[in-house]
């Protein structure tokens, strides 16, 4: 065949084909619609219930492994202490089998020296049997502090592999709240409803009915409105759900837990029932993923989600349905 007509033959496939694989990607492209403004809006809602309850998880994690250095670190302390002691009386020791020896009571003190082991050393020393009252106290002394050293070891060990693992436990946490937290934020923007806030904003003043330390809670929280939400921070330029809830009744002397699962497990012999709440009062979602602070006349203050600000709603609005319980603090 001509080579003419090889390129003519070929024309016609080429353009068949170029509009097969242009309609297959329009065909992929109908398929996978763009999601329209309420189906954002429902993924959105959505994702920032997962979101408060992971970043709730996240923080009861990142908690239990500041419990377990603070652990490890006292424990280390006091094993350094006790290493002190130990190399003290060891010292003692030493001197008193110099001492025998240099009386001709022992026939070696390089070798009781050089001993590594404390029982052996111990051992080498009983044979002398000219051990003074003083000597025979320092030598039960060193004993003891030796073994509570071995002790120490142990438990120091033990504490920090807790922590070495209660660690991991939370990078793995972390790394599943940022993803969900990066995907509320597009959406957010592309709804245009992301709010960054303003970490030194003033706030507004509290005029509720609150009164004792509960006012004074309120009035630091009404103070941090427009303040930006953001995960695990409890202040003062930022805040999540707990952490806001911590920081304000720290104000107004009482200690809260971190999470809102320690929160509710604390507040065990101070829940309320929800048909009398007083203003200060803690709020509750149902799963304890969320919790706000009742500000009075059916209002609450609380950290929302990321994209917003502390902020005053209408409690019914809000959590119509969702409330689980309350706590008095």
Avoid at 100 to 112: A, D, F, K, N
Avoid at 174 to 197: C, I, S, W, Y
Avoid at 235 to 262: E, I
């Amino acid at each position: 065949m001509p080579v003419r007509s090889i390129r003519k033959g070929l024309v016609p496939a080429a353009a068949a084909l170029a509009a097969a694989v242009l309609l297959t990607s329009q065909g992929s492209a109908a398929a996978e619609p763009r999601p329209t403004i309420a189906q954002a809006k429902a993924r959105l809602t959505k994702l920032q219930d997962q979101a408060d309850a992971m970043v709730e998880r996240y923080n009861t994690v990142n908690e239990r492994y500041k419990a377990a250095r603070k652990k490890y670190r006292q424990l280390d302390g006091e094993l350094g202490r006790e290493r002190g002691k130990v190399e003290d009386l060891r010292r003692s020791v030493v001197s008193a089998a110099s001492n025998l020896y240099q009386y001709g009571e022992m026939t070696s003190v390089s070798g009781i020296i050089s001993q590594d082991d404390p029982s052996g050393l111990l051992s080498a020393l009983a044979v002398a049997n000219q051990v003074s009252e003083g000597q025979a106290r320092t030598l039960e002394e060193f004993d003891v502090a030796t073994r509570g050293l071995q002790a120490r070891r142990g438990k120091a060990k033990t504490a920090y592999d807790d922590m070495a693992q209660t660690l991991a436990e939370v990078g793995k946490e972390k790394k599943k709240v940022e993803k969900l937290v990066g995907e509320q934020e597009r959406l957010l923007r592309r709804l245009n409803q992301f709010n960054a806030g303003n970490p030194d904003s003033r706030g507004i003043r509290y005029d509720g009915p609150a009164s004792g330390n509960a006012r004074v809670a309120l009035q630091f929280a009404f103070a941090q409105v427009g303040k930006p939400y953001r995960w695990g921070a409890t202040g003062p330029g930022a805040y999540d759900c707990s952490g806001f809830a911590q920081a304000s009744w720290a104000k107004a002397g009482v200690r809260l837990p971190r999470t809102t699962y320690q929160q509710w497990a604390w507040g065990a012999g101070r829940r309320v029932s929800l048909n009398d709440l007083q203003a200060g009062d803690l709020l509750f979602s149902n799963g304890l993923g969320h919790m706000g602070i009742y500000a009075g006349d059916g209002k609450m203050v609380h950290a929302p989600h990321t994209g917003d600000v502390v902020k005053v709603v209408a409690l019914d609005s809000y959590w119509r349905g969702r409330l689980m319980g309350a706590v008095r603090p």
